[in-house]
């Protein structure tokens, strides 16, 4: 919940996500997932395994993704925070996500904002990554689809497109 005084047991907790300094009171056992979701409305983030096997819930925190089922929000006070909402500017998709849409990387589309993070994060650091390596920064995204080849591609094709700009 967004407030300016934490109930008794609730911490409250200043993160800035995807450019906006929030402040929200957090349960001290909820995840950063469940707090993005469930209270910033940020429905972008899913939750598949809840347990650090699939993927899916992955955000940029600090400049590294991170499965947000796994981090307690209150360990996120004070963090920089980017989450698959946050890609898009102006109106217009970043590199990676029309990359995604013209290599129909999204299936069914349940892991496309976890890919999408870990993806931004690679390109973050390495503006042109190959096939091997979008591969290993991609094998703890997991793809039920396995559409893993069209996704791979994608994410070399935005590096190809787009240089250091994600
Ligand atoms: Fe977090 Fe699967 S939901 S790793």
């Known amino acids: 919940m967004m407030l300016d005084q934490a109930p008794l047991g609730v911490s409250t907790i200043r993160l800035t996500v995807n450019g906006e300094t929030i402040t929200v009171a957090a349960d001290p056992f909820a995840s950063l997932a469940n707090t993005l979701r ?15 096997e699939c993927g899916a819930c992955t955000v940029i925190m600090n400049g590294k993704p991170v499965y947000s089922c796994s981090q307690l929000a ?6 920089q925070v980017t989450t698959v909402e946050g890609l898009a ?4 998709l970043a590199p990676v996500q029309q990359a995604f849409v013209q290599n129909n990387g999204p299936q069914c589309g349940f892991c496309t904002p976890g890919q999408l993070m870990t993806a931004t994060a690679l390109l973050s650091n390495n503006a042109t990554p190959n096939a091997d390596e979008v591969k290993q920064a991609l094998v703890g995204n997991l793809c039920r689809c396995s559409n893993y080849n ?5 994410v070399v094709m935005a590096g190809e497109r787009s240089g250091s700009a994600v």
Not at 38 to 52: A, M
Not at 74 to 79: F, K, L, R, S
Not at 89 to 92: E, I, N, P
């Open 74 to 79: 209150v360990w996120a006070d004070g963090a």
């Open 89 to 92: 500017s102006g109106g217009q």
């Open 150 to 154: 069209a996704i791979v591609e994608a």
């Open 38 to 52: 469930d209270d910033l409305g940020l429905i972008g983030t899913k939750i598949g395994c809840d347990r650090s």
